[in-house]
């Protein structure tokens, strides 16, 4: 069986960021949240230069695509519950 990797990308709205200084504080702790608890690799991939927006990318592999869908399918959730109303929209690819 060949392993499976996936990749998500989350846009998020950040609107009580007022300067870049706090909008990267708020993605910071998404980030380090995201990979503690899903052992997932994450960065920010754009609106680097935008307050009050971000995009995050996410990547995972593992030995199945159900199983690297349900991990994607987590993390959203996750982000979600945590941060209500700052996640706009999210794309999801898997090989």
Request: proline residues 2%.
């Amino acid at each position: 069986m060949a392993a499976a990797i996936g990749f998500l990308e989350v846009h998020l709205r950040i609107p009580e960021a007022h300067s870049l200084k706090e909008k990267r504080g708020v993605v910071k702790r998404i980030i380090e949240r995201l990979k503690n608890k899903f052992n997932v690799s994450v960065s920010e991939i754009g609106e680097q230069d935008k307050w009050q927006s971000s995009v995050i990318g996410v990547v995972t592999i593992a030995s199945s695509k159900k199983v690297v869908d349900a991990t994607l399918e987590k993390v959203v959730v996750y982000i979600e519950d945590l941060y209500p109303g700052k996640v706009i929209n999210y794309y999801k690819e898997i090989f």
